[in-house]
Structure formats: structure tokens, C-alpha cells
């Protein structure tokens, strides 16, 4: 019993944690290292960034954590579990309660509505009727689209369809929100509004954050950045690091790209 | 249990048949276009299937002794039309299938088991096949009769072996179900069973 306890204390504050996390990709007779030995701790309620280059292996991680993909080598423990254990009915859960995800571009359901949309992961939850339309709403209504509900994708602007994805990864409740570069395909100030969105969720909520990204703005709210390149994490930094580092970014740059680009040299 | 610590517990996900229903019925409706499209490859392959079978249902009314070279063509009609209508079908509903791995992935993180996924496309290419089946082997039985009439061969025509051409009609539409149905369901379980991330990221 004590043990068991020592163990939790020791486990419980990590929502995720990855031991030598490789994903190793095969492309004819050549193998690529797309995450070479991850070792990464998340704590409960944190906002990360994982920040870096394009083809630094911040979706394949993205996958990886979020069980939508199976690592070549090593584990993902998500609240004490690991993942490799867990069959497909099991994994299907934890994509359904315990994940919630946002993508590039969007991956809302084109022929269903914004409360379908959101009402659905409820639905393989298990959720009354009832319980739906009343979360649904409830959601759609925090994001701002309290007047959307009945719009389908095709009938939104890209902002709004990131705000439905905001509000459909938060359906159940979920312990984790893990976004893969949601602000790409918006405008500056679209994007800014977007991730400003999801820090507000992150402390309303205490769901902790994670998201992949090439967008500077987005250290400017997170409580840790953590910089990967070609597959392996080059320094993971506290905010108040973050804040010196970044003091040289000209904010209006549009592209991240170079400006990571720029600051990973001067390192 | 290793999915078992504490408070923290893993479930099953569920797909009620009612909602099930109501998510392909949706589907079809919402993309009608292009559900016709996929309706349309089934109508056109049970049509030709159905005309063959009308044509036999009128030689049997007409109590003519079918030469065995002719029995020989008929079959090979028939054996023909279903090739026309299984390419045809399969074509189509191969093609509805694939254009939706992103939503399938999408399903797929947002709970679904692979189950559900085959499933909807099975209600969906279900009801699709159903109706395309029935309006082609309505409209092959019609240009049946309109080709008869136009011979001046009403008197064959309606004379025609109602049995037969009742039964092999209903056989036409179960058969366009079915084949839809596989169709639909080989793509669909295969598409279901990549790990999300590789149907995310198929676009096709
Ligand atoms: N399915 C795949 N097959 C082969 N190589 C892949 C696959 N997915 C990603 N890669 C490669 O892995 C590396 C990391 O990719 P990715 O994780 O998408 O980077 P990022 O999201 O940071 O842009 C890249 O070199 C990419 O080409
Ligand atoms: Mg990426």
C-alpha cells in the first residue's frame, strides 16, 4: 500500500510522459529518425509549446502522444497509463475522454453541423441526448459562436471552424488539448485570437496544453516552450527564459519559420 | 489491470443504431449530389441486369423453346450484366469511399473504433444501393416495355411470366445491395483500420 502510494505521489502530477520516444519511418531502403529518444514531462494544467522548424518532428510527436499513431520504440504514459498496453476499444476512449485535438486544418466534419460537430465525441461517450445539446451549446456559446449552431463548416470562416474545433476538443472534458500548428492556416491577428482562446480554456479549465507550432507569438503565453530539431529536444525553457531569448523577435514578422529559424542560431 | 489506476478509469466508447442511422441518413442528404452520382453506378449495372431478366420473363410468356445457343447468350447476358453492374458499383462506391479518409481519421480521434466507422458506411452504401437498385430495375423494366411497345409487341409484353419477373427483380435489387454493401465495406474496413494519424494524412 505504501508503495502504491509513493508511486502515485510520484506520477501524479504528469498528465503525460514520454521514456525514449522514437518513431522511426521506412522509405524504401532508408530509415528515418523522425523522434529519436523523447523523454518529455508534462505536468497537470501546464501550456506547452513544442516549437520548431518544419520537419522537426513536432506532428509526428503529436501523434505519438495522442495515440493516433504507435511509437517504433518506447512508451507514452498518459495519466499513469501506458499506452502500448491498451487495445483499440481502450485507445478509442482515451481519444474520446481523455484527448482533445486540433489540427491544421480544422478536420471538422464538412456535412454536419457546428453542434453536431461538437455533440459527436459526446455521442461515442455515451452522453443523454439531453446532456448533449446542453454541453454543445454551452460550448459553442464560450467560444463565441452562440449563433453558429446550425452552420456547417463550408458556412464558417477558418477562425470559426478553429473555434468549433476548440469547442469539439473540449467535449468531454478531456485532461489534455493537443493542437498541431491551429493558427497556420489564419491570419495574424485570426491565429492570435485562436491561441488566446486556448490559454483562457487552459485556465479556465486547468485542461493542459499542448501545442506544436512555428508561431512565436505562441511563447509568449506558454508556461514552458520546448524546442525540438531533427527529432530530438534541443532545450526546453521556462517562460521567464523564454521572455530573455525573445526579446530580439521583431514581432511583425509573419513568418515563424525564419524567426525560429534566427533565434535557435544565436543560441 | 494496466488501464485501471485509481479513480481513473478506461471505458467503451458507444455507437447507438438510432444515431448511427442518423449520421448516414445525414450524410447522404447533405452531399445528395454526389450521393446520385454513387446511386448511379448501382442503377446503371442492375438497369442492364433487369432488362436481361425481362426479356427471358417475355420469351418464357410467350412459351418460346429457347434454341440452347440462345439459352447459351442468355446466360452470357446475364453473367455480363453483373460484371457491368459489380464494376460499376464497386467503381463508385470505391471512390465515395476514398474521398473520405480525412473524415474517417477525424472520426477515428474523436472516439470512434473502427467498427463504427464500417458501420455507417454500411447504412449509408445500404440505403444507396437500395434505392439506385430499385430505380435501375425500374427503369430497365420500363425501357423493356417501351422498346415492346414500340414493336407493336404489346400482346408479348404484358403476356409476359409475371413470376419469374417478380422474383428476378427482387433478386436484381438485393443483388445491387449486396454488391454496394461489399463495395463500400472492403474500402471502408481497410481505411478504418489504418491508425488515424495515416488517414489524416491521405489526401486524396
Ligand atoms: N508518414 C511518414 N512517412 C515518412 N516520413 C514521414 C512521415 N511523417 C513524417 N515524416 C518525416 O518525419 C519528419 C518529421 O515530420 P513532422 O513530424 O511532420 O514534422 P513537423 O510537424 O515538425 O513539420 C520529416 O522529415 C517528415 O518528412
Ligand atoms: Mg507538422
Not at chain 1, 506544436?212 to 524546442?227: G, N, Q, Y
Not at chain 2, 418464357?60 to 458499383?89: K, T
Not at chain 2, 423493356?144 to 413470376?163: E, I, N, P
Request: aromatic share 6%; charged share 20%; proline share 3%.
Amino acid at each position: 500500500m505504501a508503495a502504491e502510494a509513493a508511486r502515485e505521489s510520484q506520477f501524479e502530477d504528469y498528465v503525460v510522459r514520454t521514456r525514449k520516444l522514437t518513431k522511426i519511418y521506412a522509405m524504401g531502403d532508408q530509415t528515418l529518425r523522425a523522434l529519436d529518444s523523447v523523454d518529455l514531462d508534462i505536468k497537470r494544467g501546464e501550456y506547452i509549446s513544442i516549437m520548431g522548424p518544419s520537419g522537426s518532428g513536432k506532428s509526428t510527436l503529436f501523434n505519438m502522444v495522442g495515440g493516433l499513431d504507435k511509437p517504433s520504440e518506447g512508451t507514452v504514459f498518459i495519466n499513469e497509463t501506458d499506452m502500448a498496453q491498451l487495445d483499440a476499444a481502450e485507445l478509442a476512449w482515451i481519444r474520446c475522454r481523455t484527448v482533445g485535438y486540433i489540427f491544421q486544418a480544422f478536420n471538422l466534419i464538412p456535412v454536419m453541423t457546428a453542434l453536431e460537430n461538437i455533440t459527436l465525441p459526446m455521442v461515442f461517450a455515451g452522453l443523454s441526448t439531453d446532456e448533449q445539446l446542453q454541453r454543445g451549446r454551452a460550448l459553442l456559446e464560450r467560444v463565441g459562436l452562440g449563433d453558429r449552431l446550425h452552420h456547417r463548416p463550408s458556412e464558417l470562416s477558418g477562425g470559426q471552424q478553429q473555434r468549433v474545433a476548440i469547442a469539439r476538443a473540449l467535449a468531454n472534458d478531456p485532461d489534455i488539448i493537443l493542437a498541431d500548428e491551429p493558427t497556420a492556416n489564419l491570419d495574424l491577428r485570426t491565429g492570435k485570437e485562436i491561441i488566446e482562446l486556448l490559454r483562457e480554456m487552459n485556465k479556465e479549465r486547468g485542461v493542459t496544453v499542448i501545442s506544436a507550432t512555428h508561431d512565436l507569438h505562441m511563447i509568449d503565453i506558454s508556461d514552458r516552450v520546448v524546442w525540438v530539431r531533427d527529432g530530438a529536444i534541443e532545450k526546453i525553457e521556462a517562460r521567464s527564459d523564454v521572455e530573455l531569448t525573445v526579446g530580439q523577435v521583431d514581432w511583425e514578422q509573419e513568418s515563424g519559420t525564419a524567426a525560429v529559424a534566427e533565434s535557435a542560431k544565436k543560441e | 489491470m494496466a488501464s485501471q489506476t485509481g479513480s481513473w478509469k478506461v471505458g467503451k466508447v458507444s455507437l447507438p443504431p438510432r444515431v448511427a442511422l442518423e449520421i448516414s441518413w445525414k450524410s447522404i442528404q447533405v452531399r445528395f449530389g454526389r450521393a446520385m452520382i454513387t446511386a448511379a453506378g448501382t442503377c446503371l449495372g442492375i438497369a442492364f441486369l433487369v432488362s436481361v431478366w425481362t426479356n427471358i420473363a417475355i420469351m418464357h410468356g410467350a412459351g418460346v423453346e429457347m434454341e440452347p445457343d440462345e439459352e447459351m447468350r442468355n446466360n452470357w447476358l446475364v453473367i455480363m450484366s453483373l460484371l457491368v453492374a459489380a464494376v460499376g458499383i464497386s467503381n463508385s462506391m470505391f471512390m465515395a469511399v476514398t474521398e473520405r479518409y480525412r473524415e474517417i481519421g477525424t472520426m477515428k480521434c474523436l472516439g470512434a473504433v473502427d467498427r463504427f466507422v464500417v458501420e455507417l458506411f454500411l447504412i449509408e452504401s445500404g440505403m444507396l444501393g437500395g434505392v439506385g437498385a430499385i430505380i435501375g430495375g425500374v427503369g430497365g423494366f420500363l425501357i423493356l416495355m417501351l422498346v415492346s411497345l414500340f414493336k407493336r409487341q404489346a400482346g408479348d409484353f404484358f403476356g409476359m411470366d409475371w413470376g419469374y419477373m417478380g422474383t428476378h427483380f427482387l433478386y436484381a435489387v438485393g443483388i445491387g445491395i449486396l454488391i454496394s454493401v461489399l463495395a463500400a465495406a472492403l474500402p471502408a474496413a481497410r481505411a478504418a483500420k489504418l491508425p488515424p494519424a495515416a488517414a489524416l494524412r491521405t489526401d486524396v
